[in-house]
């Protein structure tokens, strides 16, 4: 599987971005994407999932309301609206994808649950 991120780039405070994540080398049949960020010193965490079987969707509470993750029909591409942009939102955003099943998605939403990532993209917001 490759994921391919796009999008990024220097955005106002309380502006919106869209980004984008191309994925590609599977069917991706009962998998879960996700869309992950890390900023300097910090860990990578967790910031939005959807399941590409039934699109059920978790957000981190520090983007809820803020950000949407969704999927084209051919859930080939799989985006990360965001809206209402803070400084603290700055980092590197990166997408992932595996597999997924018996378990529900908010507790598939972790880093170390995903094998396959993309190289990332750089949001920054700026005051």
């Known amino acids: 599987v490759q994921l391919v991120e796009s999008g990024g780039e220097l955005v106002q405070v309380g502006g919106s971005l869209r980004l984008s994540c191309a994925v590609s080398?599977?069917?991706?049949?009962?998998?879960?994407i996700g869309w992950f960020r890390q900023a300097p010193g910090k860990g990578r965490e967790e910031i939005a999932c959807?399941?590409?079987?039934?699109?059920?969707?978790f957000y981190a509470d520090s983007v809820k309301g803020r950000f949407t993750i969704s999927r084209d029909n051919a859930k080939t591409t799989v985006y990360l609206q965001m809206n209402s942009l803070k400084p603290e939102d700055t980092a590197e955003y990166y997408c992932a994808a595996d597999r997924f099943a018996i378990t529900t998605i908010q507790a598939f939403c972790l880093p170390n649950r995903f094998e396959n990532w993309g190289q990332g993209t750089q949001v920054t917001v700026s005051s």
């Open positions: 959807i399941s590409t079987s039934d699109g059920t969707t």
């Open positions: 080398g599977s069917t991706l049949e009962h998998w879960a």
